[in-house]
């Protein structure tokens, strides 16, 4: 049974990866089947599926980053980090960040996911909890005391104004 969903992705195959608490299902659009490809015997409501441009999969889990290079259909440990991963973009230079409930909220890698380094940044005591990127690479991270932006790859951010917000009826 499919449950407590937390990401959703299509692979460059066109299938939908499901993200969720005990681990990874892959559903086959053409043939409307479903398989496990990835069980985590840990529980998590927390994580991410993220497709990048240079054809990886990512996926967090809790406090586990996995990568995957066949569509999501096997997945490799990259790291592990102390916290909760949350969200991950990627830049238009290749550029990986995760925004995490963590003791530091950006973790960066320029290298596939090989390596992770902590960005020390203005809202490093927040909780990121989504993220997502425009055309120009302006990020923009939902955290604890708001919605916040950045311009140079997640080294400082700027709260968006809640007077600046035109409302909607």
């Given at each position: 049974?499919?449950?407590?969903?937390?990401?959703?992705?299509?692979?460059?195959?066109?299938?939908?990866?499901?993200?969720?608490?005990?681990?990874v299902?892959?559903?086959?659009?053409?043939?409307?089947?479903?398989?496990?490809?990835?069980?985590?015997?840990?529980?998590?409501?927390?994580?991410?599926?993220?497709?990048?441009?240079?054809?990886?999969?990512?996926?967090?889990?809790?406090?586990?980053?996995?990568?995957?290079?066949?569509?999501?259909n096997?997945?490799?440990?990259?790291?592990?980090?102390?916290?909760?991963?949350?969200?991950?973009?990627?830049?238009?230079?290749?550029?990986?960040?995760?925004?995490?409930?963590?003791?530091?909220?950006?973790?960066?890698?320029?290298?596939?996911?090989?390596?992770?380094?902590?960005?020390?940044?203005?809202?490093?005591?927040?909780n990121?909890?989504?993220?997502?990127?425009?055309?120009?690479?302006?990020?923009?991270?939902?955290?604890?005391?708001?919605?916040?932006?950045?311009?140079?790859?997640?080294?400082?951010?700027?709260?968006?104004?809640?007077?600046?917000?035109?409302?909607?009826?």
């Open positions: 049974e499919l449950s407590n969903i937390f990401a959703l992705s299509f692979n460059r195959e066109d299938n939908l990866l499901i993200g969720m608490d005990t681990g299902f892959i559903y086959d659009t053409t043939s409307k089947s479903m398989k496990n490809v990835f069980r985590i015997r840990s529980r998590s409501s927390d994580g991410f599926l993220h497709i990048a441009d240079s054809g990886y999969v990512f996926h967090g889990h809790g406090s586990l980053i996995l990568k995957s290079n066949d569509n999501g096997t997945w490799d440990s990259i790291t592990m980090i102390n916290g909760s991963t949350n969200a991950m973009v990627s830049n238009s230079s290749g550029k990986l960040i995760i925004g995490a409930r963590a003791d530091g909220p950006i973790l960066a890698s320029t290298d596939n996911g090989e390596t992770w380094k902590h960005e020390i940044t203005n809202i490093d005591d927040q990121v909890y989504t993220m997502i990127i425009d055309s120009n690479d302006a990020l923009y991270a939902g955290a604890t005391y708001g919605v916040y932006r950045s311009v140079d790859d997640g080294i400082t951010w700027t709260r968006l104004n809640r007077d600046t917000i035109t409302q909607v009826t």
